[in-house]
């Protein structure tokens, strides 16, 4: 079974300084791990997805995130923030699911980041 | 818009009324995916279909939920007798179905349920 702990439910940072949204999983498999931003009122944003690809992934709107195996943790960054980053983001792990090769996403619960100007 | 379309935006329904929700997916995606997502939770899901296969639901909350893809491209989702615990935002996802996919969301119907 696959599980997604998202450590802070609010984070607040100032503008124009580093965020750091931290997200940690369990998988029985080799998980894809996503990072969705929800803004009021709005549906699901993909920010990134990592694959087993490189460890290092870049999205959207300056995000980046690390996949680390040994910590099963997918930690999302950005150097410095925007006004227009205040959001929920959603850590999010896909499994293979028994039924006919699809996938299923399990997702956190969710982190309040807000911005102060 | 080419992305996943859902309607209406919001119901408001009083308790024991019926409501059926749609959502239009990306045209070319053969998966949709229906989630719930209660305050403060993240999205939890619900069922899913393969072209108009129904493929799992034994998630779906309860036997007042139901869903339905009748041509493999739009899908609705049913509630009857409605609660008001059932107050929530409903999803609906698709995916192109291959291997480590991404789905992608609509913008959600907001339930409540007086």
């Known amino acids: 079974a696959q599980s997604v702990t998202q450590l802070d439910s609010h984070v607040s940072v100032s503008e124009g300084t580093p965020v750091l949204l931290r997200c940690n999983y369990s998988s029985s498999y080799s998980p894809s791990l996503f990072w969705y931003v929800q803004h009021p009122n709005k549906g699901l944003q993909l920010l990134l997805k990592?694959?087993?690809?490189?460890?290092l992934v870049k999205g959207i709107n300056g995000f980046e995130a690390e996949f680390k195996k040994s910590e099963t943790s997918f930690h999302l960054t950005k150097p410095s923030a925007h006004m227009s980053d205040a959001a929920e983001y959603f850590c999010?792990?896909?499994?293979?699911?028994?039924?006919?090769?699809?996938?299923?996403?399990?997702f956190g619960k969710g982190t309040k980041l807000s911005v102060i100007p | 818009d080419t992305g996943v379309s859902q309607d209406p935006r919001h119901k408001i329904t009083k308790r024991g009324q019926n409501v059926t929700f749609r959502c239009d997916p990306i045209?070319?995606?053969?998966?949709l995916y229906w989630y719930r997502q209660t305050l403060g939770q993240g999205p939890e899901f619900l069922t899913y279909?393969?072209?108009?296969?129904?493929?799992?639901k034994s998630r779906l909350l309860s036997d007042r939920f139901s869903a339905e893809r009748p041509k493999g491209s739009f899908s609705t989702l049913e509630i009857q007798r409605t609660e008001q615990g059932d107050s929530a935002m409903y999803l609906c996802a698709s995916s192109l179905g291959q291997i480590k996919e991404t789905q992608y969301f609509g913008p959600g119907t907001r339930l409540l349920v007086l």
């Open positions: 990592y694959t087993s690809a490189a460890t």
């Open positions: 279909f393969q072209n108009e296969a129904q493929l799992e």
């Open positions: 999010v792990v896909s499994e293979p699911y028994s039924g006919a090769g699809s996938y299923q996403l399990t």
């Open positions: 045209s070319e995606h053969n998966r």
